[in-house]
Every structure is written in C-alpha cells, then in structure tokens.
C-alpha cells in the first residue's frame, strides 16, 4: 500500500501535492499534510456549507476561524466559547477519551486570554441495558469528572440521552466557556520577523500520533488497535498551564497563542503561520521530550496534550520562560519568526521538512461531496387514545432521556469557582453571575438527534430553538451559539444529504432568531459497519441576563395559588416523542412544525414578562411532552398542580406532543389580567392551564374529564429513581 | 486582622476563598504561594483542590511543601489554620488533624448540599453558631470518607474534638445522611489545642445569598470575631 494511503490520503490528494511542490513530499512533510488534509483538521467536506450559517450580529467579536468565538457582554468583558467533539477515543477509551476532550476545549478558550468559567458536555449514547453502553457511559462521565474537577472549572450544564443510533458510537461533545477583557482578547498570530517561538507545558511523547486522521475514518471492530491514537490526560498539568498562561498574557508582550490539539505542532505553527501571514522555523532538537528517539515525524505529529505554542516579543522571551518556571513547567524558544510562508523544520542540523504554509491550510482540499436529501416519510398513524394518561406519566417520568440526572452532574464539581448561580437540574440552563456586575450569563447545550434522523431541517430549527428557549426561560437573552455537527461517513450522499439539511434548518433558524454562529466543530465518519449515528447537531448557546438580581426567572413554581399558562400554539403530533417510542416504537408519523417566528416572539416576551414582574417562573416543553415539564416544575417548587382547560386535542397528543416553542409559566393571580394583555398584544398564543396548588397532587382534567391524579411525591421519586435504576 | 490563603499548584478553591474573605467580609486577605517560607498573617486558610494533581494520595505531596513548614510552626505557636476539603486531606497528612481520609464509600466523586450540626460552638471557628445548629453547605470531593483508631475516636469525642457531624434537615445524624462513609459522621475535626480545624464541606461556596446560601458565613464571621477579640496572634 502505497504511503500516502495508509496515511489516510488519496491518490488524488497525493497528486496534488506534488504539483503545488513540484518535487515528492519526504516522510516528515507527507505526515504533516495528511493530518492537515484529515477532515478533522481541513473542514474538506463541510467548508462549502458552513460559509451558508450567518456569523455576524452586533455582540460578535470574534467569529468563525480562531481558537474560539468571542461574544461582547458590555462592561468591557467578553464570552469566549467553544465546543468540540471527542466522539472517536471516547468509544475506545472512554475515560480518558472524555478528558482529553475537556483539556481540549479548555486550551482553546484560555489561549484566547479568557479565563474558563464553566464547561459545558453533551453525551449520547446507546441503551443502558447493554453492559459495554454502561461502561462507556459511566467511564466518559467519570472522565469529565476527573478532569474538569481537578482543574477547578466547574462542569454546570449539557444534555445526555440514550439511544439505539449510538451504541457503537457514543458522542462526547464538550464546551468550555471563558470570561475575557476585550482589551486583553489574544488571537492564533504569528507574526513579527525574529520573533520567538516558545513551546510550552507538558514534555512531547508518541501519544496520540495520527489522532486527525483516526477520527476521520469509520470505526472498525477492531478499534482497540487504535488505543495508542488515544492520548492520557493531565489535568493537574493543565491547571498549572492554565494559570501561567494567563499570568504571562497578564505580563504582556506576547503576540500569539495556540494549544497544540489534533495534529500537535504541525497544525498549531502552520495555523498561526497562516494567520501571521508569516513563515516559521522549528528546531526540533529543543523539543522536551519523554521519550528517547523520537523522530522528526513523531515530534511533529504527536497529539500529547497540555502543550501550548506561543510567538512572544523579541527580548520578553527570558521573562515569559521565567513566569513558566515559577510554575514549574517547560518552556523552550523552539523557533522563530521568518519572512518567507513557509514552516522549516530543522532536526539535527539539517532541514526535514519545508512546506508553504498555504499548503497545509488555505490549500487543502475543498469537496463540494454529492449528496441525497433524505426522504420524509410520513406514511404512518397510530392511535393513542388507548394508552392510559396516568401510566403514560409514570413511565416517562423515569424514561432514562427524562428522568433526573443528577446521577451524573453530582460527579461534577459544578460550584467550584463561587459563580454558580443556577446549578445543574434546577433549571434548563446553568447562570453563571459575572463576578464585580450585575449581569449572569445563561449557558446550554441541546441536539436531540433523533428528531434530526427523521426530519434533517426541522430537527435541526428545533435544536437551535430549544436552546434559545432553554436560555429564555432563565431570563437571558441568546448572544450567539457555537455548533458540534456530528454525522456519519460523508462519503455517502446520504449522509451529507443530512448534512446539507441540517446546515439549512440551523441556517434559517439563526437567521429569524438572530443568533450568529461563532464557530464550532464537526466530526464526520461516527459510524461503525453500515451504522450511522443520528445526525446529531448540538447547539451550544451563551445569553445574558443584564441584572441578576430583577432580570432571572426560576423554573420551579413559586407559590400556592399562582395561576399556570402555556406560551404557543400546541399543535399535538406525537411524531418521535419519548411517549410514541414508549408505546409505539420507531413508528413513522409526522413530528411537529417547528415555529420559529412564534418562538422568537416568545423568546423576546419572557425578559420582559420578568422585569415587569408579570411571570414567577417558566420552563420550556421538551422530552416527554407538557405532562413531564409541569412535573419538573412542581418537583423543583415541591407544589402540586391542578390543570384543568378545554382542548380539542386528544389528551395523549396534549399531554405528550413534543413540540418545541411551548412554554409554561406561572402567574400570581392579581397579575393575571396585566399579563394576559401583553402577551395578547405581543401575538404570542395563550392558555389558562390551572393552578399551583399546596398539596401533594398533580392532577389534570381536560374538557372536563379528569385524565390524571397522582401523588407528587411518588412520581418524584419516579423522575428521581430512572437514571440510576436503568445503571443497575 | 489579615487572612493569608495558601496557593499550592493544582489549589482551586484559593481564589473563591480570597473573594469571600477580601470581598464579601472586607478584610484583608494575601496569597501565600507555596514556595514561600514566610508570611505574616493572623488566619491561614488552606483551599481546596488537587494540590500536585492528588496523585499519589489527596494532601500526600502538598506537605512537604516548604510553607507547611511554616505553616506548622504557626500553628504551634497558636495561630488560626482552617484547612477546607483538600486543605483537610494535607492538614491529616502533615499530621495537624489526626487520622487519615479513604476514598467516598460510594467510589465516586460527590458534589451536592449537605446538613452539618455544630457539635462544638466553643472553637475560634464556631463560636458565632448554636451548638446543634445544622448548616447547609455543599461538598465536592471523592475522598472525604474521614478515619481513625478507635482510640483516637473517643479521645476527639471527649475532647469535644468533633466539630461538625453529617446530619439530615432535622440535625439527625443518620446513615442515610452521611455522604461519604465518613466514621462517626465525621465532616470536621479541630486540634487538641483548639486552633486548627479540618473540614471537607465549602464554607465559601455559600457565604453570599446570590449562590443560593448563606449558611458557610458563620464560620468566617467566627473567625474574624474571635481575630477581632484580639487573640492571639501566630
């Protein structure tokens, strides 16, 4: 087999580049473009189509193309966030899949100069009831865990469910969040003639040497083999690299910044080079290594993690080195700055590898791929009319997409840090107060694929609506959204059918709801043998809440008496809902329609309804419908509903359509007519739904009849038992 | 009155504990990095964390560490250490705090709120609480599954020793209500001398109302009354 090949290229690809050269690329340098040419480093499939998703708005400070994306919150501060997939090693080697994927993320928002505040993980994985789904789902939560809790940044919020799609492979996507003075915000430059460039952190090792180009192929069964492509985390590492890194930005004098992620060296010199506009030379002799006889290849590609590149001032590099020191860690002047666009490699006296830059970036290859858009079938019905209300309820509520997670976020350090004003489980999104404001900051992640898989557009208007109403009903108000976009193998038109869809729904979603995408990450080839995951895009999101003290809307129900709506029109279709899975298994009947312009409405309404002091609370309807949201909000209140309103919808479709863009809030009654104006007026549909009550009931009449009474209590526990009885 | 809080690398909980301490209560509060071998300060704190990652064993590296040294002497010549989860583990591990912590009886890492009641309200550390009141404060550890002799048992309990106990809402201190397996419901222990105090909950994750709590303020409010009485001095 010819090199290239086993380095994942293809004869074209080879072609092409001994054309741009006009020579045969060595060893060292034809490493180097197939992990720059890997989808995972080159966007070589999705480029075309993400051009399609708006990045600009009035808070965007950073967009698309850097370490991160930067939002403007006023005051002189700025968000910076990310997310990034680790899907591939996670399925290997779940625990440390996982924590090298938080270490990831957290460099590529610090190497921005913001301090990272929270973290953020969205899992998917098989059913609980295989033994192999059990290890990996409690070796990634265990991974988060050990890492993000021993760097001190606290894990506040994501989404998990567990579906049939992923059991061979599982998604971690994890998403880091930074607070930054903007006057202080650092980029991926390299630039200055003579400028040193200094690597810094952990010692180089043969970790991780291929990792690109590993998580640009399907998964084979015999993925053990590819344990090695896995790197070990370290956070404490991290932590020390975390703190230099942000004393010697403190310091000044640096130009640019980089972490050294997929494709180590390589990527981060050619990127910065690129950005710089400038050439770099490399001594690899300086590299701290961990090993004896490392060759030029591995030292350029190796993937060991807790490692950052950094181009300082000439003449500032002995005091940057010294603030390294201090925290007892490596840092080395490993090159410099030249004139020319190309990255020199130098290893015992002679040069290995010299390559244009544009080569490794600007000039990878581009694939418009063919696609299929995915066929809608809408063939089937079903009848739910049988299915008792009451049994239905019970059995979502510890449905393990549904049921309480604190099984998981109780791993988590979610407090460390003493900004954590809303904690995992007791809203739909994490607030974070911004130290020395007024403001908070609502952060979440949402994607529930299996809505994606059935309808590509509207599964993926519905991920990015749901995290923006998940914002909403904290207070916030949506900045921008970053985006990890995981899909099956590319290469078949099928797949980037969905692909192609999907980037159309999030497209037109962003546009009417006016939240431009700051970057994000896609990872293709999530599929082992003929399966395919669900196309799954996850929605990032960061908002803001101006003044925490009037602006945060809690979701649990406040008081006794308060009255109880429902903001948007439900419309009923029990299309892919947890309830038809429960009862009806993967029928295929129509889900709901996605209204965006009804949900910016309401997006808009809930901060005003708040400072006007009209609403005490509100939560979203998600998974398993309005019987399971006016649950989670008794639950979190510890207060009883009585609902009781006319519908000309079947009580199951009412109660358990999963439509996206309904939202339940509750009303003190003297307010009631003041706040029936002003959503009338705001064009935003309305129903009285009932009340809170003091007592241990949850009881639901529609049209009169009374479709379900419980105890509050024993349905509770229900919602709190799911998860871990579903581990045993 | 001035509160020095100890940095060691992989302490995380240091600059939460420097905000309460210079920012919620006033006071003036300094960083002590852990290459320092002198400060001048009335109260040490020592943060929680992963002091050198916790490798080996949480608390087992940061003692040799040359501020411990002084830390040490500090403490013996009566001056106030308060030491909050990994800062408990290395209290244990330099011998301050007998006794030793094991891994959480349930393997994992916990981080939720729990109730204390305040055994001994007679400490620098207590003095502002009611014996048998029960604070709410939350934990964040995997390992604060507290152990002694039997020996060293009763002598914590005869000496009053005990300060805070795992209880439920009511303040009794039951199975269900211990996190971690800790022995006796064991969440922190003061010296003999009564000067230095381990405890595995966060006092500092709950001192302002905005985070949901204000039940850790006793213990600063504690501290900073009894510094203000004009105690002694380390």
Redesign the interface.
Known sequence: MAKWREMGLTDEEYRRIVEYLDREPNEVELGMCAVMWSEHCSYKSSKIHLKKLPTKGPAVVQGPGENAGVVDIGDGLGIAFKIESHNHPSAIEPYQGAATGVGGIIRDIFAMGARPIALLDSLRFGKLDSPRVRHLFTGVVAGIAGYGNCIGIPTVAGDVYFQESYAENPLVNAMCVGIVELSKLKKGVASGVGNPVLLVGATTGRDGIHGATFASEELSRDGEDKRPSVQVGDPFMEKLLLEACLEALEYGHIVGMQDLGAAGLTSSSSEMAARGKSGIRLYLDRVPLREEGMTPYEIMLSESQERMLLVVEKGYEDEIIKIFKKWDLNAVVVGEITAGEEIEVFFGGECVAKLPYRLLTEEAPVYDRPYQVPEIKNLQSVNPAGVDCGEALRRLLQNPNIARRDYVYEQYDHQVGVNTVVKPGYSDAAVLRIKGTKKGIAVKTDGNGRYVYFNPREGAKRAVLEAALNLAVTGARPLGLTNCLNFGNPEKPEIMGQFVEVIAGMKDACEILNIPVTGGNVSFYNETGEKAIYPTPVIGMVGLIDDLETGLIPMAFQTEGDLIYLLGEPTGELGQSEFLKEFFGDVLVPVPPVDLQEGKKIIDLLPLLKKQGLINSAHDVSDGGLAVSLCEAAFAGELGVNIDFITSLLPQEMLFSEKVGLVIVSVSPEKANEFEEIVKASGVAVTKLGRVNGNDEIEICLNGQRVIKEKLSELKALYEGGLRWALK | MRFGVVVF??S??D??CF??LK?VFGRETVYIWHKDDSFDVDCIVLP???S????LRAGAIARFSPVMKKVVEFSEAGGLVIGICNGFQILLEAGLLPGAMLRNKSI?????DVYLRVENNETPFTNKALKGQVLKI?I?H?EGNYYCEPDTLKRLIANGQVVFRYCNSRGEVTEDANPNGSLYNIAGIINEKGNVLGMMP?P??CS?K???GEDGRVIWESIIAYLERGANRG
């Open positions: 690398p992989g995380n909980c600059a939460d905000h309460v920012n929680g964390g992963f050198y990652g916790d490798y994992n890492f916990r981080c939720h939350p964040a995997g966060h500092e994750r302002e905005i985070l949901g």
